[in-house]
Nanobody, 124 residues
């Protein structure tokens, strides 16, 4: 049974930082594309960052230079380091796992497994 459990969300002021974690179980995530998505109130879910089996990463234009996706194989975890946060980053953030090995911000339909999400709120 595949499980993705996010943590690390919270409330911060504009300019602050947060580090999201996603604990993965039941899935050889290191062999496949993994990603972070977010959904703000009243908006569609959007891709934020991806990392594939080669360690290649991809980012949405809105977060390039501010967010960093990484993984720790020893801890079966995926991370999203978020710096210089602004109110437009406020959203529910989701971890997701795909069944393809290589990716760079692929369509959401590629991702098969999803976590429950962790809320990030940035105040001005």
């Amino acid at each position: 049974q595949v499980q993705l459990v996010e943590s690390g969300g919270g409330s911060v002021q504009s300019g602050g930082s947060l580090r999201l974690s996603c604990l993965v179980s039941g899935y050889s995530y290191r062999r496949y594309c993994m990603g972070w998505f977010r959904q703000a109130p009243g908006k569609e879910r959007e891709g934020v960052a991806t990392i594939d089996s080669r360690g290649d990463t991809g980012y949405a234009e809105s977060v390039k230079g501010r967010f960093t996706i990484s993984q720790d194989n020893a801890k079966n975890s995926l991370y999203l380091e978020m710096n210089s946060l602004n109110p437009e980053d406020t959203a529910m953030y989701y971890c997701a796992a795909a069944a393809v090995r290589y990716c760079s911000m692929p369509p959401e339909s590629v991702f098969l497994y999803w976590g429950q999400g962790t809320q990030v709120t940035v105040s001005s």
